[in-house]
């Protein structure tokens, strides 16, 4: 089970910190991953990170901005997102899958399980 948190309101330029806490197994032979969904779009792939090795994987618009990062102990992944931008507003989903190369797993269909969206809102 995923349990994402850490959304809210935020204005433009400013920072947040989402939360992803795994539970029910163990998931350091998956890849971890952020997607988000915009209003009236689809899921975009954000990053990704392999829970062995730590490899990442980011969307190009958000490079230099945002920082993926876990957690072994708590068994939790992070989305470090900085400067943010109006077009960042999205539901946010944390995603446990496939443990494959790292640049593969910006496609939705690599992973099995998903937690509940966390709302981020960036005002100008």
């Known amino acids: 089970q995923l349990q994402a948190s850490g959304g809210g309101l935020v204005q433009a330029g400013g920072s947040l910190k989402l939360s992803c806490a795994a539970s029910?197994?163990?998931?350091?032979?998956?890849?971890m991953g952020w997607f988000r969904q915009a209003p009236g779009k689809e899921h975009e792939f954000v990053a990704a990170?392999?829970?062995?090795?730590?490899?990442?994987v980011y969307t190009d618009s958000v490079k230099g901005r945002f920082t993926i990062s876990k957690d072994n102990a708590k068994n939790t992944v992070y989305l470090h997102m900085n400067s943010l931008k109006p077009e960042d507003t999205a539901v946010y989903y944390c995603?446990?899958?496939?443990?494959?190369?790292?640049?593969?797993?910006?496609?939705?269909?690599?992973?099995?399980?998903w937690g509940q969206g966390t709302l981020v809102t960036v005002s100008s």
């Open positions: 995603a446990a899958g496939s443990n494959m190369i790292i640049t593969t797993m910006t496609l939705k269909e690599r992973y099995h399980s």
């Open positions: 029910g197994r163990t998931f350091s032979s998956y890849t």
């Open positions: 990170i392999r829970w062995s090795g730590g490899s990442t």
